[in-house]
């Protein structure tokens, strides 16, 4: 349960997985991964952050139409991908509510024990199994069995390289595609 605090303390740090702490105020708006005094490098997402990150702007569109949301967020987004990651990966994965933080600039931060390339072709893998078990229930047996025949030639891998490279992750500038 949250400590309750008086607005505007900057005390409050994130707990992540590894054991270490981080001052929210730390982490840059761009920032993708934080170097962490254990040695590894942590992936860094924001609810501000679009699903453009992980996939190209066509397929967020489809998984927008497809997927309804009851929550406050209205379309499906960032928010929705690393629920589905902390459900999978709960003790490897820490969200940080900075909605009561004014002085941070984001409302929500989810940070890993894992890189972000590694945290980039979990969000995929994850993704495509969501997208398997729609298409598993299905009435086309010919739309089930094309969707399963392209599965077997989609490398999660190659497909994060790729897009990675395609978006120039090496800069906070990088464009959706």
Known sequence: MAEPRVPGDDSETIDLPCGTTVDPTALDLGMREYTCSCGDRHAVVMDLHPPSRFFPESLVEVLRETIETEDDFGEFGTPHLMGIVLEEFPDQVVA???????????????????????????????VVELMEHAVSHAEDDTAVSEFEEQMLEFDVESF??????????ETEH????
């Open 174 to 177: 990088d464009r959706p595609v």
């Open 96 to 126: 940080y509510d900075a909605s009561e933080t004014g002085s941070v600039g984001y409302t929500m931060c989810w940070m890993t024990d894992f890189d972000s390339r590694r945290l980039h072709e979990i969000v995929v893998e994850l």
């Open 160 to 169: 994060v390289e790729s897009y990675r490279a395609m978006r120039d992750f």
